[in-house]
């Protein structure tokens, strides 16, 4: 999200002198540019950027995501979508729309769940859309949901892939969320936002400056951060697009949101950052070979939905997994497990997931929902007695009523 920059910045000179530095990558953009693209640039450009070509989700890659920790964490969530569907009256269908899947995990330990509850699902008709930039990471998908069993669509089809899960239900892929098509759906980000490419801006003398990204003419092949000489028109960024946009959806044709992130509720200012083997790297270095990230300012999220739909959370990853029965889960696997290095693994990856210190705390689960699924619309008559509202699982205790 929008990050505030407070460190010493330059003044953007007016023509930058010509650098081979990021000649590869963005050729393209004049420089300065501003950091939104430069991200852009750098996370998906179709050749060089970082999730299009190396896409270092994992313990290989260039960070480790919590389903791809534990199983119990996309059967969780698993959970949390059919307890909604059952809230809203087990509508005929639903699709379920995952927004950057990464290796595919999640959508693969939420299938498992689908599947074990067939007789409750039975007479829902079911689709998955996945929404990947990354060709590299949309074929580990297909491996992982289809075992490899897909048809690619010619390149100017918005849906560029489709197949039929192992569990026997439709997957499509898309590059571009505007081309999932509309009905009810159950929305899903998980460590999605974080990814996308953010403004930043340095409060000065004159006001607020955007914080541009240009080639440093002391050194050669080096980026550096300047200030935007006068104020800049800025235009959205992306995940304000995205969360109006589900929030649209959410609006006008039911089901709801689930973001899980980084984040916080406005509290902090500048986050953006790079990692690379699962180090910190610097976000100018060797653009397309590190992965940029920005904690998600959820506060500003609920500011997008423009009260379209109703918001919950965030709430810390550890209380929302607790409220969702990790503890119950965690037994329950534990004694099926035969061998030791089983049960280990299994209480090493809760403690990730929970841990305060480790993923617990500093990971967010926020939800857009529509208005009715947590308030009665106005009601004439108030002599009529109603009927409780169902709570919204893991955001509040598990009630075993
Ligand atoms: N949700 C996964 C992966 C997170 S990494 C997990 O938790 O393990 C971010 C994912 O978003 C990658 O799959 C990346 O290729 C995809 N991505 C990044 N920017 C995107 C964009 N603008 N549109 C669609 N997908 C994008």
């Known amino acids: 999200m929008t990050g505030f920059s407070f460190f010493r910045l330059s003044p953007a000179p007016s023509s ?4 081979s530095t990021t000649r590869q990558l963005s050729a393209y953009l004049p420089s300065p540019r501003e950091l939104t693209n430069y991200m852009r640039e750098a996370l998906t450009n179709p050749a060089q950027g970082y999730y299009t070509r190396r896409g270092g989700v994992g313990e290989s890659g260039d960070f480790v995501t919590s389903p791809e920790m534990s199983q119990v964490f996309g059967e969780l969530i698993g959970v949390w979508y059919v307890s909604e569907w059952m809230a809203a009256g087990k509508p005929g269908a639903f699709q379920l729309v995952e927004l950057g899947p990464g290796r595919g995990s999640l959508t693969h330990d939420i299938l498992r769940v689908f599947k074990q509850l067939a007789s409750l699902l039975s007479k829902c008709d079911i689709s998955i859309h996945l929404v990947e930039v990354s060709p590299r990471l949309s074929e580990i998908q297909a491996q992982m949901l289809t075992g490899g069993q897909v048809q690619s669509s010619p390149r100017d089809d918005p849906v560029y892939m489709k197949g039929i899960s192992k569990t026997g239900i439709p997957i499509s892929w898309y590059r571009d969320i505007q081309d999932v098509p509309q009905g009810y759906s159950f929305y899903l980000a998980h ?5 996308l490419p953010i403004h930043k ?3 000065t003398d004159r006001g607020w400056r955007e914080v541009l990204v240009d080639e440093d003419p002391e ?3 080096q980026l550096r951060f300047v200030l935007a000489p006068s104020a800049t028109p800025v235009c959205l960024c992306w995940p304000c697009d995205f969360s109006i946009l589900l929030a ?9 949101a689930l973001i899980a992130d980084y984040g916080h509720d406005g509290t902090k200012t500048d986050t953006f950052r790079g990692f690379r083997n699962h180090k910190l790297h610097d976000v100018l270095k060797a653009p397309g070979t590190a992965d940029l990230t920005a904690d998600v300012d959820f506060s500003y999220l609920r500011k997008m939905t423009q009260g379209r739909t109703a918001t919950l959370g965030p709430i ?16 329950v696997l534990l004694q099926n497990s035969q061998d030791t ?7 090493n990856s809760y403690d990730m997931l929970m841990n305060p210190k480790k993923m617990g705390d500093c990971f967010n689960f926020f939800a857009l929902l529509p208005h009715h699924r947590l308030t009665y619309p106005d009601q004439k008559d108030n002599t009529q007695p109603r009927a409780p509202l169902v709570p919204v699982a893991g955001f509040g205790e598990l009630s075993l009523k």
Not at 248 to 256: P, S, T, Y
Not at 316 to 331: A, C, P, S, T, V
């Open 341 to 347: 290095a089983t049960q280990k693994q299994l209480r």
């Open 191 to 195: 460590e999605f936002f974080d990814a």
């Open 201 to 203: 801006f340095q409060r």
């Open 248 to 256: 649209h959806r959410l609006e006008k044709d039911g089901g709801a």
């Open 316 to 331: 810390k990853q550890r209380e929302f997994l607790k409220n969702m029965g990790i503890d119950l889960r965690l037994q």
């Open 219 to 221: 050194v050669p092949d």
């Open 16 to 19: 930058p002198p010509p650098s």
